[in-house]
Each structure stands twice: as structure tokens, then as C-alpha cells.
């Protein structure tokens, strides 16, 4: 529902330095809307740049209202706070620019359309996080399809699995090749303006709603660049395997958090040594010879807070110790990645 002449502000209260910023701020990187103002009351005219490292000069306001000086048509719900409930004191940010006439992205398992039936000609409300009609299980169907078919899986949740797979899209996109990006969390949805909301899809349903997605978007591709989701080491992840039977990949990319020794969130649960974790999603993909025996083509590493050369350092000794292709795609490019699974 985003076109790149929209002009959007993002909705980032206590997200740019806090924890939960993770959907504004991919918004922010990836997007090809024009982004006019972010509001983030903690952060009011500081440099965005500064903070987040993103290239982009909107500036950091501290209110919707104050947001309205610089002419947005859309607002964005950019915070993903854990569990995807809409706080209670963001509720009177947004009426404030629905009455002003702006249109609502929201990522949040809140759903806030119905809260405004009366809105005006062209406004609109998009409650991203709701699960598809006419599902079915998944049938291995995607392998049906000729192109490749890479998803990005990780030893975590919340490392940048997403944005590994949309520089490799971005990669792929400069050397002409034709390809497709599914998204499937409401980030990359909102990005891409299209996709599959997977953590609103009922369970039985999962694979076959990836499924689905994969085969509607992927006819015609050379390339297929699946988001990723969760982990299979994480508890509370149920999201991976399902990816897996649904796309059939034809390969994977490892996404991990440089130095990361334990889950950010559960920290009594140990990350194996990555040779470990890679043959982990290479049997499960496999499914002792049931589908394709499915490789992991090379690691994704997320350096953010180190300086470039502990960066280079750390690509270095992931790269020795896995025996992959290795590189930092946020920072350095996706184009090793692309290499590596031609």
C-alpha cells in the first residue's frame, strides 16, 4: 500500500536507542518511501546519523502534532515491543494523526482499523500482522520452481536476518539479475509491500502459508530471497522450521551476532560452535533424505558496535572456522553472499 511518493513519518518512541526500535529503523535503512521525521521524544533533535548509524537526515521530533509541520500522508508504527501489543500512551499519537487525515502502517499484533471507520477519501489503515484466507498445509510445492531459492536462517532471534537477505537482494538487483525478496515479518512486509505476516498465521498453516507467498511471487525468478525468522536454537521460535518446508530452499545463509557466545535473552542457553550450528540446519533441512541435501552457502555476521578492523577481524575467524564465505552485508555489501551461491 506504500508508494515511493509517500511521505512518511515513523513512530519510534524510546526505539532509536532502546530495544524495541527494530521495525522503524529497518524502515528507515531499507525503505524507498520518502521518510520526512521520526518521533522519538527521548531523542529530539539529536542526529539521527549519529545515533543509528543510518545514513539519513530526517530530523528527530518529539510528537505526532510536531510531525505534522513537515507534511507527512503516512504514519508508521515503528516500534516492535515484545509480544506486538500496542502501548497504551501511543494510542493518543495515533488518533491525533488519523484526524489530521494521515494513513496507518501497523506492524503490531494490535489490529487498529476498526477504531477509525470514518476515514477520509484516499486515507487508509493497513494492519499488517493478519493471517491470509484459503490457506492449506504445505506440500513441498515450491520445488516446483526453477529458480534458486535461498533463506536466511540464524542462531538467534533479531540478528539481521532480514537485512541480509535484502542487501543480497540489493546485490542481486545490481548485477541485473531477476529476482524476488519475500518478506515475512512486518518490517520487510512494509518494505516490500508485500509478504507473509508468518507470526500471525496459525501453525498448521505455517509452511503451507510460506508456501504460498514463495510460489505467487517466485514464478519467473532467477533468484528467490526468502526472510528468515527465529532460530532453531530459541525456546520460544517457531518460526524456522516451517521456512524451511515452505520455501524448499535450494540453499541457506547463517546469520549470527559477532562474539555471541549465548542467546540475548536467555543467556543460560549456549550457541554451539557455528560448524555445529551449520550442520544443524542442513540435517533439519534435509530431513535425513526426505528433500534435498541443502547446504549453507556462506555466513552472515552482524559486527554492529565494532570498529571496522575488530569487524574484519571477526569475518576473518568466522570465515576459518566455518570454512564459508563470510562477510558483514549491512556494513560491506551483499555481493560475497550473491557469489557465493551462484
Known amino acids: 500500500m506504500l508508494i515511493a511518493e509517500n511521505r512518511v513519518a515513523i513512530l519510534l518512541h524510546k526505539g532509536i536507542k532502546g530495544d524495541h526500535g527494530k521495525t522503524g529503523l529497518a524502515f528507515l535503512r531499507y525503505s524507498d518511501t520518502n521518510i520526512v521525521a521520526v518521533i522519538d521524544r527521548t531523542c529530539a533533535g539529536k ?11 530526517a530530523p528527530i521530533i518529539s510528537s505526532v502534532e510536531e510531525a505534522l509541520n513537515y507534511h507527512p500522508d503516512v504514519l508508521l508504527i515503528g516500534i516492535a515491543p515484545s509480544g506486538g501489543q500496542l502501548p497504551t500512551d501511543l494510542q493518543a499519537e495515533i488518533t491525533i494523526a488519523v484526524t489530521a487525515g494521515l494513513s496507518i502502517v501497523n506492524g503490531l499484533h494490535t489490529f487498529i482499523a476498526h ?5 477520509q477519501p484516499g486515507q487508509w489503515i493497513w494492519d499488517i500482522r493478519q493471517e491470509p484466507t484459503g490457506l492449506t498445509i504445505g506440500k513441498a510445492k515450491a520445488r516446483s520452481l526453477s529458480g534458486q531459492r535461498i533463506l536466511t536462517v540464524g542462531t538467534d532471534m533479531a540478528i539481521g536476518k532480514m537485512s541480509a537477505s535484502l542487501e543480497l537482494y540489493r546485490a542481486a538487483l545490481r548485477q541485473g539479475i531477476k529476482c524476488t525478496f519475500i518478506a515475512t515479518g512486518q518490517a520487510g ?3 516490500a509491500g508485500q509478504g507473509i505476516a508468518l507470526d500471525a498465521v496459525r ?37 524456522t522450521l516451517p521456512l524451511i518446508r515452505g520455501s524448499q530452499p ?20 549456549f550457541i554451539p560452535p557455528l560448524p555445529e550450528v551449520v550442520q544443524l540446519y542442513e540435517t533439519v533441512a534435509r530431513a535425513g533424505g526426505a528433500f534435498d541435501h541443502i547446504k549453507v552457502k556462506a555466513i552472515a555476521l552482524n559486527t554492529f ?8 577481524q571477526a569475518i576473518k575467524s568466522t570465515q576459518e572456522l566455518t570454512g564459508l564465505p563470510c562477510t558483514d552485508a549491512v556494513r560491506f555489501g551483499g555481493e560475497l553472499l550473491l557469489k557465493s551461491i551462484k
Open 305 to 312: 558496535g565494532m570498529d571496522t578492523a575488530t569487524a574484519h
Open 115 to 119: 477504531q477509525f471507520p470514518n476515514l
Open 47 to 57: 542526529s539521527l546519523v549519529e545515533l543509528t548509524g543510518i545514513k539519513h537526515n
Open 203 to 239: 501453525v498448521d498453516f505455517a509452511a503451507g502459508a510460506v508456501e504460498k507467498s514463495v510460489l505467487d511471487l517466485g514464478q519467473d525468478q532467477d533468484l528467490i530471497i526468502i526472510e528468515g525468522q527465529g532460530s532453531l536454537l530459541h525456546p520460544g521460535s517457531t518460526a
Open 250 to 269: 535450494t540453499g541457506l545463509i547463517l546469520v549470527h551476532r559477532a562474539g555471541a557466545k549465548q542467546l540475548r535473552d536467555l543467556p543460560d542457553i
Open 189 to 191: 512486509i512494509a518494505i
